[in-house]
Each structure stands twice: as structure tokens, then as C-alpha cells.
T-cell receptor, first 113, second 115 residues
């Protein structure tokens, strides 16, 4: 039972390069989320997909795009990476109901030089 | 917009003692859910405990319990008989009960356990 799988686990980019972070869940969850975690800032929501076919902006969407490819997969794309996007990125999924917890992937540490 | 505040950036506790981590939140909603997540050095986000706002009884999971004060908008986490494995970042999170909405996280409290 893999849960939420993120790839890659680590990545170093140069400023201006593009990159897609992949996320897949095998729990048949309707909702998926992308967060970034920076020191002292907690987890901030970038984008989320409440259900297949829908996406919505979160707190810090600038510089990112997302694609809900199907119910299982939700990718995050950096079109032109900037040093300010150096962070740890977490994907999560949950059932639609509010009481259901979010299940998180192990994170992707992304460094942009 | 809802906000979650954790006023203690760092806390420490002696092994086998009890520690309480604070969390307050701001919302105008009456229907919502509250969560505590643990993040050890491995970076995993692990659900510790959760509370439904309409339930007056405080949630308990083994050594972990909450003190939910709805009127005060306070949701503290108590860890009893602290163990070395409890050392981690702890995040308080809020989720609206209306619609399908994401979690809103506090900035976290780093807990150290002293042997």
C-alpha cells in the first residue's frame, strides 16, 4: 500500500529551467493538494484539486501550474524556476469529507541555483 | 480567511514528562475540523489526532489528547509520558466543514525531548 508517491525526492535546478513534480495516490481519493514548506512558514497551499477535472489556486500559486491528469495523478509544474521557489514540496490527498485526514507524500526537496 | 496560530516556535520536555503545545485559530464558521500533524526528521507528515468542532468531548489517542475550547478558539495538544520518538515538528491545522476545502496550517512547534 504505497499511499501518496512523489517523484523525484530531490532535484537541483538552475534559474530559468522548467520542472514537473509528479504525484500519484492509490487510495481512490477525490481531492489532491500541493504544498510548499519553508523554514518558519509551515505548509502553504499552492494549488489543489477538489475532484478530477477541477483545480483551484491556494495561498501561493504564482509561478506554478498544475494538472489533474486523472483521479490518481496531480502534477505541479515550474515553468521558469526562480531561487525563491527553493523549498520542500508536499503532495497530499484526501476523501472529500472534511473530517477525513490528508495523507501526505514524503516530499520533494527542490533547490534552485 | 481562516488562520491558525502556533505561538511556541520551540518547546522541550523531559522524557516521561507531559508537555502541552498551543494552537489558536480564527474563523467565523461553526462547522469545522481540527488536526494535529507530526513531522519527524524523516519529513513524513503523520496525523496525530483530530477533532470535530461539534463534539464537546476532547479527542484522545493513547498518550495524545487535546484540550478543545471552542469559545476561545483554542486547540492545544497534550503529550503524556513523553518519549524520545515524540521529538518532531508539530503542526496544528484547520479545515472548513463547508465544501471540499484544503487544510490551513500553523507555522509549527519544534518539540525536543530530553533524555
Amino acid at each position: 500500500n504505497a499511499g501518496v508517491t512523489q517523484t523525484p525526492k530531490f532535484q537541483v535546478l538552475k534559474t530559468g529551467q522548467s520542472m514537473t513534480l509528479q504525484c500519484a495516490q492509490d487510495m481512490n481519493h477525490n481531492s489532491m493538494y500541493w504544498y510548499r514548506q519553508d523554514p518558519g512558514m509551515g505548509l502553504r497551499l499552492i494549488y489543489y484539486s477538489a475532484s478530477e477535472g477541477t483545480t483551484d489556486k491556494g495561498e501561493v500559486p504564482n509561478g506554478y501550474n498544475v494538472s489533474r491528469l486523472n483521479k490518481r495523478e496531480f502534477s505541479l509544474r515550474l515553468e521558469s524556476a526562480a531561487p525563491s521557489q527553493t523549498s520542500v514540496y508536499f503532495c497530499a490527498s484526501s476523501e472529500a469529507a472534511g473530517f477525513q485526514p490528508q495523507h501526505f507524500g514524503d516530499g520533494t526537496r527542490l533547490s534552485i541555483l | 480567511a481562516q488562520t491558525v496560530t502556533q505561538s511556541q516556535p520551540e518547546m522541550s520536555v523531559q522524557e516521561a514528562e507531559t508537555v502541552t503545545l498551543s494552537c489558536t485559530y480564527d474563523t467565523s464558521e461553526s462547522d469545522y475540523y481540527l488536526f494535529w500533524y507530526k513531522q519527524p526528521p524523516s519529513r513524513q507528515m503523520i496525523l496525530v489526532i483530530r477533532q470535530e468542532a461539534y463534539k464537546q468531548q476532547n479527542a484522545t489517542e493513547n498518550r495524545f489528547s487535546v484540550n478543545f475550547q471552542k469559545a476561545a478558539k483554542s486547540f492545544s495538544l497534550k503529550i503524556s509520558d513523553s518519549q524520545l520518538g515524540d521529538a518532531a515538528m508539530y503542526f496544528c491545522a484547520y479545515r472548513s466543514g463547508t465544501g471540499n476545502t484544503p487544510l490551513v496550517f500553523g507555522k509549527g512547534t519544534r518539540l525536543s525531548v530530553i533524555a
